[in-house]
């Protein structure tokens, strides 16, 4: 893919991400805006809708992506080794840290991504690397941000009891009745831009002021992943596509969703709205980076 043409792709994707943001921050300079239950029922009712859409029209043959998904699942817990080590050079809380070097945009910026470089076949697989990443995100990342949170409780939460519902779903194989999977969707659909207009509507608060947390993970996050990537597809063996997608996905920036639960959880939202914006905004340097080692 010519370098000009591969800058025009990303950065049309990630228009959409900041228009979102700009209108949610000139809005709250307007009016003086409380998105906490906008925030809460993001968690509880429009993100787990998303997640059930996105799951239950799936299903995965682990025997045949086993090697890929264990890959994904060992670059999320390593780049989790490299944010503890960080957040204790930097004094900072570890989940602040944790949740965007973990868990990444894999399904907003991934997929169309991995689509556009490897063609349409390979989104299966895309798909298959944000499940793995979603599942970690909803149980091992909300416990990180509830560390007095029992198992027993946290599988009751929302998002995590949807993701199970979801895969359940697309393993058996049923077909969701048509107008019930509609309105499913039409939840789900609210998630992601509330969830970005709530990070402007925060960055009026001051979270700009925490720019230097921020640009710390927004390198840290895809050095980390591309690193940790390219040593489990070797470990693992992985070779071809499987490997290249890995590396993708390694340098992506953070996910939008890790600002909704840091705001939800009340663990450092303003760091983590400047480490989200911050970290997308690198992502035109980084992301072309490991395409170029890709292609």
Known sequence: MPFGLMISKIISILFPVFALVALGYF??????????VANRLNMHAFTPALIFAGLSTKSYDLATYGMLALGM???????????????????????????PLMFNNGVNLGVPLAMLTFGPDIVPLAIL?????????????????????RIGNLWRNPVVLAAVAGFAVGASH????????????????????????????????????????????AIA????????AWGAALLLGLE????????????????????VFAEHYGRDPDKMASIVLIGNLASIVFVPIALAMIL
Do not use: C
């Open 221 to 228: 996050r895809p050095l980390a992943g591309m690193f940790i």
């Open 73 to 99: 699942l060992i670059m999320v817990l390593g780049s989790g080794v490299v944010a503890w080590v960080l957040a204790r050079l930097t004094n900072t809380q570890l989940p602040t840290l944790a949740l």
């Open 174 to 217: 049923i077909q969701v009745w048509a107008p019930l999977s509609t309105s499913v969707k039409m939840l789900g659909d609210i998630s992601i831009p509330l969830a970005l207009f709530g990070l402007g509507v925060r960055l009026t608060d001051g979270a700009l002021k925490q720019w230097r947390i921020g640009i710390v993970a």
């Open 129 to 149: 690397l944000f499940v793995v990443s979603a599942s970690l995100h909803f149980s091992l990342g909300i416990w990180l941000l509830d560390h007095h949170a």
């Open 240 to 259: 071809g596509r499987q490997a290249q997608l890995l590396l993708l996905y390694g340098a992506l920036p953070p996910a939008v969703m890790n600002y």
């Open 27 to 36: 809005y709250g300079r307007k009016h003086e805006s409380d998105m906490s």
